[in-house]
């Protein structure tokens, strides 16, 4: 179950990432200005125990 809400959750930031593209491309098309939207992604060990050589 929880991997089935880890997927809607990227699938939203995914669609809220292309609309902002899409927003991007639109004031580029304005200002002439670049813009580039970025989604940062952090994941963490379902354990408490974690791999020291994972940090």
Do not use: F, W
């Amino acid at each position: 179950m929880a991997g089935q809400t880890t997927r809607k959750r990227l699938g939203q930031a995914l669609a809220t990432l292309d609309e902002l593209q899409d927003i991007a491309r639109a004031e580029q098309a304005v200002t002439g200005e670049y813009i580039r939207p970025v989604m940062l992604i952090q994941a963490e060990a379902k354990s408490k125990e974690t791999n020291a050589s994972c940090r």
